[in-house]
């Protein structure tokens, strides 16, 4: 489980998230994305990112873009995290949707993306920088408060432990079946 944050909204849900794959029986890392994560030592990644100006930060896209070679047969499993559907329900998963288009399902990235999913976040002023909260006072970005729905994001995430024990098992017995040289 990798992701990236800016405020810490997403790295909470990353951490969430990743107690209930460990609960399910998973060994589960969390980390904040960089270049220096070994993907090849896991069975499946989860990915998250906040979406601003409908883009992920650099270093969970740079994670998948940069290891596509090494991610081709690995499992994985997309989020975003943003604040847009609080005033426009349906918003984050069109900015996501059209986001892991652009970005991963490229001919030169081809990952094998199973599944994904957008969550709302928590959106408080102060964590603003001085400049952009005098911009934020005039202009309400978004609402402030704590969006994040905590039963929805468990429940997301008990069932794509599932998703996944099941597709990797069935890789496993794939491997197992084949005759030795």
């Known amino acids: 489980m990798t992701y990236g944050t800016k405020y810490g ?42 979406i601003y100006g409908g883009k992920w930060l ?5 994670l998948l873009v940069v290891n596509h070679e090494r991610l081709r047969s690995i499992p994985i499993v997309l989020f975003s995290v943003g604040m847009i559907d609080v005033k426009h329900p349906g918003k984050l998963r069109e900015l996501h949707d059209t986001w892991v288009d652009e970005a991963f399902n490229r001919e030169d990235v081809d990952l094998n993306i199973i599944a994904s999913v957008t969550f709302d976040g928590a959106y408080w002023r102060r964590n603003l920088p001085l400049w952009m909260r005098f911009v934020d006072s005039i ?10 729905q905590w039963a929805r994001i468990e429940t997301w995430a008990d069932e794509t432990a599932q998703a996944l024990r099941r597709i990797i098992e069935d890789t496993d017995d794939t491997i197992d079946a084949s005759p030795e040289c």
């Open 58 to 62: 650099a270093d969970p896209t740079l």
């Open 139 to 148: 202009i309400r970005f978004s609402p402030q408060g704590d969006y994040r």
């Open 9 to 50: 909204s997403t790295a909470e849900i990353a951490t969430r998230i990743g107690q209930r794959m460990t609960a399910s029986g998973f060994d589960t890392d969390v980390l904040q994305a960089n270049l220096a994560i070994d993907v090849t030592k896991y069975d499946a990644v989860i990915v998250g990112s906040p």
